[in-house]
């Protein structure tokens, strides 16, 4: 939380207040696209 933003925080407690409605969730993360492109021509190779 230390290096959260104050807009940050401020979304993390309307999450976890459910203020923005019910269970409502933030999802991220990072893919790195080369990675992913690799494996996705490896696998239609495969097909």
Known sequence: MTR????EVDL???LVTD?????VRLEQERID???AEA??????ADL
């Open 4 to 7: 959260l933003s104050a807009q």
């Open 12 to 14: 993390y407690d309307d």
């Open 19 to 23: 203020r923005l409605g019910d269970r």
């Open 33 to 35: 696209w080369a990675w």
């Open 39 to 44: 494996r996705i021509k490896t696998a239609a």
